[in-house]
């Protein structure tokens, strides 16, 4: 075998390597951001369930961001009402590289959707700091995956060939 084939499988190796450590980080993010919205109580006394979310959890949001920034009430609670429902299966989507390209764009934009959100409280740094750093991890996903071996995609790829 020749050094150029040698160092083409290793750099090919590298990226879906880079790919799928990327793809699973914005898969987990997304889905334990999700899961977190089903969640009450800590230590031994947490709970994980839809009325959790829909009367502990998505009210305070909704208040909080009606509260302090120019969107309206009903917007709030409409997005508080319905993010944890997108986060779950949009991180799975992701995590398992199905129509990989469109997956990573949906979560990519859900990122977007609760950074506009955290931008219109007024004074956070949560936006730059966490939020921005997802969509660029994301962004790194999508230029790194057309070396997606490492998905389901991928797999079905080397299945028809």
């Not at 319905?82 to 995590?95: K, M, S």
């Not at 949560?126 to 991928?154: P, W, Y």
């Amino acid at each position: 075998m020749s050094d150029s084939s040698s160092s083409n499988c290793n750099s090919c190796c590298g990226y879906s390597f880079a790919h799928l450590l990327l793809r699973l980080w914005v898969g987990m993010r997304l889905f334990m951001a999700g899961l977190d919205k089903f969640r009450y109580g800590n230590g031994a006394d947490t709970t994980f369930s839809i009325t959790n979310y829909t009367e502990k959890k998505g009210p305070p949001i909704a208040k909080l961001m009606s509260t302090n920034s120019f969107m309206p009430e009903w917007a709030c609670t409409a997005f508080a009402n319905t993010i944890g429902y997108i986060l779950v299966p949009v991180g799975i989507w992701v995590a398992v590289g199905i129509f990989t390209e469109l997956g990573l764009l949906v979560g990519g934009l859900v990122f977007l959707a609760l950074g506009f959100g955290l931008a219109a409280l007024p004074d956070d740094t949560e936006v730059v700091s966490n939020i921005g750093l997802s969509i660029l991890i994301v962004a790194a996903a999508l230029v790194t995956a057309k070396a997606k071996n490492f998905s389901i995609d991928g797999f079905l790829a080397r299945k028809k060939a």
